[in-house]
């Protein structure tokens, strides 16, 4: 990952542990721009995302659609239900046909933990990750916008104490921020 100027370039989103303090506090500034109305100035001219939840999700899975039609970037409908993921197509084979196809993008909800390894792993695969929520592991996405809750609140995280209410085993909300709060 890249942090210039508080602009942070990644090629995937997977975990928060993965993530450095200034990685974070890159993240939570831009996202608190983009909420004052700053302008998002693309690298090309066209972005494609795919949303790939094979999970039920109502606000996970629309909050990013708001966020990138906001953002003037191409959705790629994919519903799990009508793809080829019925007919036994696999999450991997699935990213890979969108990979091949040109989406820059996908983000992925689904119920295997660690799902991306072989994802990010794979020569074949050049299209960035994001983690929508895998089984119990991470929401990282979740734990961003806790973060810069907490953050636009308080103004700091020094000094605070916060309780988190919720399964760390099972919750991957909850283990994402305990991990991300903990000193």
Not at 32 to 61: C, D, M, V
Not at 100 to 109: E, K, L, P, S, T
Not at 166 to 177: E, Y
Request: proline residues 2%; hydrophobic residues 40%; aromatic residues 8%.
């Amino acid at each position: 990952m890249i942090v210039q100027s508080e602009q942070v370039s990644l090629k995937h989103l997977l975990t928060v542990e993965a993530l450095s303090d200034q990685e974070v506090m890159g993240l939570i500034h831009r996202g608190s721009a983009f909420k004052k109305g700053a302008i998002w100035l693309p690298r090309k001219s066209q972005y494609f995302i795919a949303n790939l939840f094979f999970e039920n999700s109502t606000r996970t899975h629309k909050s990013f659609e708001i966020a990138e039609k906001k953002l003037g970037i191409d959705v790629i409908a994919f519903e799990a239900a009508t793809s080829s993921v019925q007919k036994g197509e696999t999450l991997y084979d699935t990213v890979l046909t969108m990979s091949a196809i040109g989406v820059d993008c996908v983000v992925v909800r689904h119920e295997d933990e660690n799902y991306y390894d072989q994802l990010i792993q794979s020569p074949s695969i050049h299209c960035s990750i994001i983690n929508g929520g895998d089984g119990s592991g991470q929401h990282p996405t979740q734990c961003l916008l806790d973060l810069m809750t907490i953050y636009e609140e308080f103004g700091t995280f020094e000094g605070l104490n916060v309780a988190i209410i919720g399964d760390i085993t099972h919750s991957r909300v909850a283990k994402s921020n305990m991990q991300c709060l903990s000193v």
